[in-house]
């Protein structure tokens, strides 16, 4: 039996793996997935959360290949408009992230356990018996689902995962190299007639992460994300000439969700990330939260297994973390709502990701 069984190997799951094998508390970190993603995804790293992993000896790292600045060049129906710095986090992608999570770990012992699906939890006064979708059963202490919006732990325990979200996909994102284009800046081109396209350099690599209002066909019905749609976008939408997308790593679609799940603990399985909230891109606070989040549950979590009161302990974890996800969820609407309006206006600094504006205490 391990103490802590987590499931998910994304930001979350990770940070709360270093955080409680610091701590000398033996975990087991499992992910249906076969092997580790090499995408971009969320791409900012907060004050906050740099303060967690200097505590966990990544930080360093992360420094070395992110950038601590960037210039946000918005333009406007081709046109530039203006330039704005902002500062104060940290631009790296994801996967740069969990690799330097992963390496953390990996030299206290503890590897992800990849290829292996959670199917059932079971659970009583002494421990959680998780069941693997080749049969195998392991034991623990306690069990973490940090395992993503669609939340296999989450659906086990029968907790309900509430708000909207929309069928109908509001970005698409991925991956792609522009060879050409100039990459001292975040490009964010926008035309009046509500649509635009963000391309970010990702430091430490040669490509940028792309973000664009969906390609449509002749009916309005928006097309499925491709190198090609990629290339139409770019061309209508930046009007660079000679500048060829290429070498599409990772291609996805991003539709609006802004749920909660209605709680955050049964018994001895806790919810945490994006298995427990979701919430627009704007603000670049889902990562984040979860980083929070888990260095919160490995607090918690820490007192349970050392100190008196461990029931009650156990409860802080939710009190703590419900009423910041409820904040994160508002504030990121509002600010979604408020950039959909934004990239209409010429003038407006546009603020997509990295924002200068302070996000909600805890986040």
């Known amino acids: 039996m391990t103490d802590v069984l987590i499931t998910g190997s994304g930001p979350t799951g990770l940070t709360l793996a270093c955080d409680l094998a ?15 993603h090499h995408e971009s995804r969320g791409k900012g790293l907060l004050p906050g959360s740099l303060d967690v992993f200097r505590q966990l000896g ?84 306690y069990l973490a689902g940090c395992d993503g919006g669609r939340s296999t732990t989450r659906k086990l325990l029968g907790i309900p995962f509430e708000g909207n979200g929309q069928e109908e996909p509001a970005m698409v994102i991925g991956d792609v190299r522009a060879p050409g284009l100039s990459r001292d800046v975040w490009h964010q081109w926008f035309t009046s007639d509500g649509n635009g396209m963000l391309l970010c350099p990702m430091p430490g690599t040669d490509s940028f ?17 491709s190198l090609e749609s990629f290339q139409l976008l770019f061309d209508r939408h930046a009007r660079v000439p000679g500048i060829r997308l290429a070498d599409a790593t990772w291609i996805s679609a ?9 709680r955050l603990r049964e018994g001895r399985v806790f919810l945490a990330g994006d298995a427990a909230h979701v919430q627009p891109i704007a603000g670049g606070l889902g990562m984040n939260t979860g980083i929070q989040d888990a260095a919160a549950l490995a607090r918690t979590l820490a007192v349970a297994f050392t100190g008196p009161g461990s029931e009650e302990a ?3 974890y939710e009190a703590e ?43």
């Open 22 to 36: 610091l701590r000398g508390f033996a975990v087991r970190v499992i992910d249906r997935r076969t092997e580790p």
């Open 58 to 141: 990544v930080l360093d790292t992360l420094t070395a290949t992110g950038s601590g600045s960037v210039v946000l060049r918005k333009y406007f129906d081709g046109k530039h408009i203006n330039d704005t710095p902002t500062d104060g986090g940290l631009l790296i992608g994801q996967w740069q992230i969990e690799t330097a999570l992963r390496d953390r770990l990996a030299g206290l012992g503890v590897r992800v356990e990849y290829g292996s699906e959670l199917a059932g939890i079971t659970q009583d006064e002494s421990g959680v018996r998780a069941e693997l979708a080749d049969g195998t059963v392991i034991g623990a202490r």
């Open 209 to 225: 992460q792309l973000q664009a209002s969906p390609e449509r066909d002749e009916r309005g019905e928006p097309l499925p994300p």
């Open 254 to 262: 991003w539709r609006v969700n802004i749920r909660m799940a209605t």
């Open 314 to 316: 156990l409860d802080t």
């Open 321 to 363: 973390r419900l009423p910041v996800a409820a904040d994160v969820l508002a504030d990121t609407a509002e600010r979604y709502e408020r950039v959909l309006e934004a990239i209409r206006t010429p003038g407006r600094g546009t603020e997509v990701g990295l924002e200068r504006s302070r996000p909600p205490a805890g986040a």
